[in-house]
């Protein structure tokens, strides 16, 4: 594979960006507001100097239901402070079930064992049912209805139900342990909490209704728990308080067929969603309906692509933001491609076989996946029929350039791959694709569509071609209404705009290239400073994990002396493959391939082996919670992470006491 960066490893062809949507949008806005705008850079510029009338166009293209009213954007210099649309009505839920036919609204596959799929016409009534009971039970506007549930048909119901009503819809995937549902759903006191009886991964079954039952009684406000048979045709549900199946639940309503949707202002809250928690008890971030629709809406039209009759996948659990992400594919028409379980079950080809059996148009994933499917040596081009996968997206931790040249030589050549980043605080992404625009080796195609990203130094200066903090220097309609139990938004505004004021500091290290593109290097609280000069986590890992010995790796900066610290130095754990031993030879390789790729001061002082990696649910490294054990401090909420044990291999290692 060419490691060339002269030229792009993918060009949209003439005919591909003349039938894309955002062609289409950029066309039809010129001609609204009678503007020039040639190309997609002119298209950027006015997104993010006219937002109000930007944001207009975004209603329009994606043929919102509701009324918009005459305000768009009221105290546009107050960051947080701004309000979109102050006089506008709509429903999520309306938005999403626009459509009643026959056709696959939803396909599901539990690995290898389940199937099911369900039409629009049926979305569309377990719909009504579900929230007719709801509503029976007294649920209204702005109640918290909670999900512990798998990525199941029923979740999305769930979902839809909620809003329709304008109760808030909050979730957290089966995998998590009892403490760290308690932290989250406890925080936010639901009325209802639906749960699933077990779940799949790996070829075993998990049971989940012994948490469930101690879950049930730490949440004194749930009126009713509602529980969908999964694992299981009858689970004996005697042990849990107020429990009852989900269909027992709605048998009463089963003749509804129409859905009251409660027309709710645009900044009504949808969903609760929880940062990882791996610090403390996790922040509860709400978001707004009409916010959320207009940046899914137009993420998934313009940047993805997405049209009707488009069949979207991504791997992603309910515990995590792409979850909810995903779900707005419906307003765009799309048929939603869920999976749950391992992502390698039964021969490790299962999510390709997905993608081949049900014509999948849209592959989204995590950077992990496909780092593990290129050194696994799946080869889904010469394996499986993919003519109808034209978009792959990946995100979660960045893409490295190897990972890009894999995507194009193993997978697909003509795949448009749209690394992506945002995340749970906005719901939604700050840089992503493109289908109008070539796909650079290594980069992130573009900003997106009215957010005003940037790459700040220290001193709040902007910087090209080189490292900095991303920031978005404008309001945005995902940004979130605020947290839960946060009355004065001191929280709020600490977690964004306390470094920078009046600037969303998203966090990110990052820069902006030659090309208008951008390349993540790392969180920028975890960015290391051996003798005062920043590197970015992920500019190590970029070369450590070219090397096929190597599976994972994770990096820290450890004060140094220990005794009286003056700077740091660099520590890298990695995870080798299986049999492999951590010898002089193999470390000295892995020192030279950082020295030869990157600089002399990018060398760890220490390599240790660690026989895995301590990870968040959503699959990111923790890198701070293993700076906090190097250094003698405690982590505060083990129950955050995916696998918590793995912390141990971290504790008190005698090869850095020297």
């Known amino acids: 594979m060419s490691n060339a960066t002269d030229q792009p490893i993918w060009t949209p062809s003439a005919d591909r960006i003349a039938a894309a949507n955002i062609t289409a949008f950029r066309v039809a806005a010129a001609a609204r507001w009678g503007l020039h705008l040639p190309d997609q850079d002119s298209l950027y510029a006015w997104s993010v100097s006219s937002p109000e009338q930007f944001w207009i166009s975004v209603w329009e293209d994606g043929q919102v239901i509701g009324d918009r009213g005459a305000r768009v954007l009221l105290d546009a210099d107050r960051m947080p402070g701004a309000r979109w649309y102050p006089d506008a009505r709509l429903n999520y839920a309306q938005n999403l079930l626009r459509r009643r036919d026959t056709t696959d609204a939803v396909v599901f596959w539990g690995e290898d064992r389940v199937k099911r799929r369900l039409s629009h016409d049926g979305l569309y009534l377990d719909v009504a049912r579900l929230a007719a009971a709801l509503r029976g039970l007294g649920v209204e506007p702005g109640d918290r209805v909670a999900a512990y549930l798998p990525n199941l048909p029923e979740t999305l119901i769930a979902l839809l139900a909620t809003a329709s009503i304008g109760a808030i819809f909050t979730s957290a995937s089966p995998d998590f342990g009892v403490q760290g549902v308690v932290d989250r759903f406890g925080q936010v006191q639901p009325k209802v909490l639906i749960a699933s009886d077990g779940y799949f991964y790996g070829g075993k079954t998990l049971d989940c209704l012994g948490k469930l039952a101690e879950i049930v009684e730490r949440l004194p406000t749930l009126r009713r728990v509602l529980v969908v048979p999964y694992v299981q045709s009858n689970p004996d549900l005697s042990a849990i308080d107020r429990a009852e199946t989900l269909a027992a639940f709605v048998e009463p309503y089963r003749d509804v067929d129409e859905i009251q949707f409660e027309p709710l202002p645009f900044d009504h809250p949808l969903f609760i969603v929880y940062s990882s928690g791996t610090t403390g008890v996790p922040k509860c971030i709400l978001h707004g309906a009409g916010g959320i629709l207009l940046q899914h809406l137009k993420e998934h039209r313009l940047h993805c692509d997405i049209k009707p009759g488009d069949r979207v996948f991504y791997y992603t659990t309910c515990g995590w933001m792409m979850w909810n992400w995903l779900m707005s594919g419906l307003a765009s028409g799309a048929t939603l491609l869920l999976y749950d379980g391992s992502p390698f079950a039964g021969d490790g080809r299962v999510l390709f076989d997905y993608a081949e059996a049900e014509d999948m148009t849209h592959f989204g994933t995590s950077a992990k996946f496909l780092d593990a499917a290129a050194k696994q040596g799946l080869e889904p081009r010469a394996t499986h029929r993919l003519q109808a996968l034209r978009v792959m997206t990946s995100t979660g931790s960045p893409l490295m350039p190897e990972v890009f040249d894999y995507v194009h030589a193993r997978i697909k050549p003509d795949l448009q791959l749209a690394s992506i980043s945002g995340g749970t605080d906005i719901l939604s992404c700050f840089v992503l694709g493109n289908p109008a625009l070539p796909v650079w080796r290594g980069e992130i195609q573009c900003r997106g569509l009215g957010m005003a990203v940037d790459v700040w ?202």
């Open 457 to 658: 130094d220290d001193d709040g200066n902007p910087l090209r071609g080189a490292k900095g903090e991303l920031v978005c220097t404008k309001p945005f309609p995902s940004m979130p209404i605020g947290f839960w139990s946060d009355a004065d938004g001191s929280r709020y505004r600490a977690a964004y705009f306390e470094r920078l004021p009046g600037v969303w500091c998203h966090g990110d290290f990052c820069e902006i290239t030659a090309h208008g593109g951008l390349v993540i290097h790392g969180r920028s609280d975890a960015t290391l400073n051996p003798g005062g000069v920043r590197i970015g986590t992920a500019e190590i890992y970029r070369q450590v994990e070219r090397l096929e010995a190597v599976v994972e790796s994770l990096v820290i900066g450890q004060d140094w002396p220990p005794e009286r610290p003056t700077d740091v130095r660099l520590v890298l754990f990695v995870k080798l493959r299986e049999g492999l031993e951590l010898n002089q030879a193999l470390a000295e390789r892995i020192r030279r391939t950082i020295r030869d790729n990157a600089t002399v001061r990018h060398v760890p002082a220490r390599i240790i082996q660690v026989p895995d990696m301590p990870r968040t649910r959503s699959g990111k490294l923790v890198e701070l919670a293993v700076r906090n054990l190097v250094h003698g401090r405690t982590v505060s909420n083990r129950e955050a992470l995916a696998n918590p044990e793995a912390l141990d291999h971290f504790r008190n290692r005698t090869e850095l006491a020297f």
